[in-house]
Each structure stands twice: as structure tokens, then as C-alpha cells.
């Protein structure tokens, strides 16, 4: 119950931080998060030049996440599948940690629906202002 239940609260831990950070710069930030998602499994190698291949395809959803929520969505979906390869093939993202892909592959939809709904800050939905650009 554990395995699921905490990755999901990571998620929604993320959101909720993430929310702390103002507009266009929550985007952005997560654009960013969203193309080292794409290169977390690169040093394994368990997948040889695959793994070359999905880094150069997240990159560029990652560079489109620069202006678009749905692009970071596709990220995240994207490393869901990813997670899930590597849980399978039995190379985790953390070597030391064997379920730590299945947690990601839990981790990650949580943060993509986020994305979807346009990364909205949670924070205004329980009545508190959004952060403001300072500057």
C-alpha cells in the first residue's frame, strides 16, 4: 500500500510547491524539470542508444513546455512509459532503491494531470492569492 500511496503524496507534495511559484515561472521551471525527467536514466544505459533517443524526444517536448502546459503534461506521460521500461528490464532509476521506477511511473501522472489543467496554483483554489512576477 506503501509503494502506491507515497509516490502519489510526492506528487501532490510537488504540485503544492510548485504552486508556491509564480506565472510565467512556474511553467518554465517545470519545462526545465520535465527535459532532466528526460535524461534521469541516461547514466544506466540499460537501453542503449534508446536511451539516447528519449532524451533527444524530451528534450524537445521539454523546449516546447517552455510555452505550453500540455507539453509538460506529454513530458511527464512520456517518462511515465519511460519508468515503466525500466521497472520491467530491472534497472531502476535509483539503482539502490529496486521499486523507485514504479514509484516514478505512479509519481509522475499525478504531475501530469496537474500539467494538463493548465498547472494552475492550488493555492488559489483554497482562497489564497496567486504569487505575483516580481519585477
Same mark, same amino acid.
Given at each position: 500500500?506503501?509503494?502506491?500511496? !507515497? *509516490? %502519489?503524496?510526492?506528487?501532490?507534495? &510537488?504540485?503544492?510547491?510548485?504552486?508556491?511559484? =509564480?506565472?510565467p $515561472?512556474?511553467?518554465?521551471?517545470?519545462?526545465?524539470?520535465? /527535459?532532466?525527467?528526460?535524461?534521469? &536514466?541516461?547514466?544506466?544505459? =540499460?537501453? /542503449? *542508444? @534508446?536511451?539516447?533517443?528519449?532524451?533527444?524526444?524530451?528534450? &524537445?517536448?521539454?523546449? #516546447?513546455?517552455?510555452?505550453? @502546459?500540455?507539453?509538460?503534461?506529454? /513530458?511527464?506521460?512520456?517518462?511515465?512509459?519511460?519508468? %515503466?521500461? $525500466? $521497472?520491467?528490464?530491472?534497472? *531502476?532509476?535509483?539503482?539502490? !532503491? $529496486?521499486?523507485?521506477?514504479?514509484g516514478? !511511473?505512479?509519481?509522475?501522472?499525478?504531475? !501530469?494531470? @496537474?500539467?494538463?489543467?493548465?498547472? #494552475?496554483?492550488?493555492?488559489? #483554489?483554497? /482562497?489564497?492569492?496567486?504569487?505575483?512576477?516580481?519585477?
Amino acid at each position: 500500500m506503501i509503494e502506491i500511496l !507515497a *509516490p %502519489i503524496v510526492i506528487g501532490l507534495v &510537488y504540485v503544492a510547491l510548485n504552486s508556491l511559484i =509564480a506565472e510565467p $515561472h512556474r511553467r518554465k521551471f517545470n519545462a526545465l524539470m520535465v /527535459g532532466g525527467a528526460g535524461a534521469a &536514466y541516461l547514466s544506466g544505459g =540499460a537501453l /542503449g *542508444p @534508446w536511451e539516447l533517443l528519449f532524451c533527444a524526444v524530451s528534450t &524537445y517536448v521539454a523546449f #516546447r513546455g517552455l510555452d505550453s @502546459w500540455t507539453f509538460i503534461g506529454i /513530458g511527464w506521460l512520456l517518462h511515465t512509459g519511460w519508468d %515503466i521500461v $525500466h $521497472h520491467l528490464k530491472g534497472q *531502476p532509476i535509483l539503482p539502490f !532503491a $529496486h521499486g523507485s521506477s514504479f514509484g516514478c !511511473a505512479i509519481c509522475d501522472p499525478v504531475i !501530469a494531470l @496537474w500539467a494538463f489543467t493548465g498547472g #494552475r496554483s492550488v493555492w488559489t #483554489r483554497i /482562497g489564497r492569492a496567486e504569487p505575483r512576477v516580481s519585477g
